[in-house]
């Protein structure tokens, strides 16, 4: 199986998200040693965000594109190529000013694709990615999760990767870190438990 494993946060070690999705996919590669991880850290490594040139670049033929329209056809084709590889993402999605980061919408910019990860039918449109298991970290300073304050956050992930037909979605969540040490310790605690003794237990 391929595990496509995402990192957004841009704080580093620091980062809540980063140590329980690590968690996450050492949790997986212990309940199936033949798990095959690629990784992406798109703080580090940042793509650029959709754009007009982006669209110029996916509508010029390969053979007239200039070098900027080569390197964007490029990082299109490459992003999606290794999301549609992927047979479960793991996706640390830390909470910023109420949504993802901007790099992980970036992200998701760039998998979003017609006729690759979705298609528009008579009927209206159609996910062409069921068969995808995602586990989303979701971290936050605050208590966001079913409130009005979450929508752009996980509600958001849950209906963007639905739009993909991916169903098969499993949270870990830290909230409340920025409460004070002992509401932070206790939401890490929670994250690590929920790791080591629910997601793969019946692996």
């Avoid at 670049?57 to 053979?63: L, R, S, V």
């Avoid at 084709?77 to 793991?90: E, I, K, P, S």
């Avoid at 528009?120 to 409130?147: D, R, W």
Wanted: aromatic content about 6%; glycine content about 6%; hydrophobic content about 45%.
């Amino acid at each position: 199986m391929k595990l496509l494993h995402i990192d957004s946060s841009i704080l580093g070690d620091n980062s809540a998200s980063r140590q329980l999705s690590r968690e996450v996919v050492q949790a997986w590669q212990a309940a199936d040693p033949q798990v095959v991880v690629s990784y992406r850290d798109l703080a580090s490594e940042a793509i650029e965000h959709f754009s007009a040139a982006t669209l110029v670049a996916a509508g010029t033929p390969a053979e007239l594109r200039d070098a900027a329209q080569k390197h964007e056809a490029q990082l299109s084709a490459d992003t999606l190529a290794q999301f549609l590889a992927a047979d479960a993402v793991v996706i640390a999605a830390p909470m910023y000013n109420f949504t993802i980061p901007t790099q992980l919408k970036a992200w998701i910019d760039r998998i979003a694709v017609a006729g690759q990860t979705f298609r528009y039918t008579e009927a209206g449109p159609e996910g062409l990615c069921g068969n995808k298991k995602v586990i989303v970290v979701s971290t936050s300073g605050g208590l966001h999760a079913g409130q009005a304050t979450g929508v752009a956050h996980e509600d958001y992930l849950k209906v963007m990767l639905g739009f993909m037909g991916i169903t098969d979605i499993e949270f870990v969540r830290a909230h409340g870190l920025a409460y004070g040490d002992d509401v932070r310790s206790k939401a890490m605690n929670d994250a690590h438990a929920h790791i080591k003794q629910d997601l793969f237990s019946a692996a």
